[in-house]
């Protein structure tokens, strides 16, 4: 039996920089048997897209149905908190995202306030999300964060909960 997990991600095709840190998240922290972990993403071109993606997530389960009927898929979608605890929208916003996800039984990995808050420990305008990421990832710079701060409960500054969330699914190193 195969596991596939599918991550939907906020990020595009072309940038892919939320991906290249959740990728460097789980080379450090969880053993990968490539025989039976399949890692898909789908890219949302922004975090408001996340409704849209349905066709192309229920697509990547399916295929990977077809492959063996043992095959199992686990979509996670992650979310950056952005202006959560300044902006009642936002709140509002991840809470439907939120239920989103448990109506259809997906995970729901937050980033507070944005991925790159988690990572790099700062704010990254658009257009420089892609060159971050990659010196991120050239610099093995996964090995400066703290197991601790990628394994919270509650929303919290510079955080997350994706170590609480892949260990459901992934033995750790």
Request: charged share 30%; glycine share 2%.
């Amino acid at each position: 039996m195969g596991l596939q997990l599918i991550f939907a991600v906020e990020t595009n095709k072309t940038c892919k920089s939320d991906w290249i840190y959740i990728k460097d998240t789980i080379s450090r922290f969880y053993t990968i048997d490539q025989a039976h972990i399949k890692l898909s993403t789908v890219y949302m071109d922004g975090k408001s897209n996340y409704t849209k993606k349905q066709k192309e997530v229920k697509s990547l389960v399916s295929q990977y149905l077809n492959v063996s009927k043992n095959n199992k898929s686990q979509v996670i979608y992650c979310f950056d908190c952005d202006e959560y605890d300044n902006k009642q929208e936002d709140m509002q916003f991840l809470e439907k995202a939120r239920c989103f996800c448990k109506d259809n039984e997906y995970e729901f990995v937050w980033f507070c306030k944005d991925i790159e808050r988690v990572y790099l420990g700062k704010k990254v305008n658009d257009g420089k999300k892609r060159e971050e990421s990659a010196r991120f990832k050239s610099r093995c710079m996964i090995n400066n964060i703290k197991e601790q701060d990628l394994s919270v409960l509650e929303y919290r500054h510079n955080t997350s909960n994706i170590l609480v969330v892949l260990d459901k699914f992934i033995g750790r190193k």
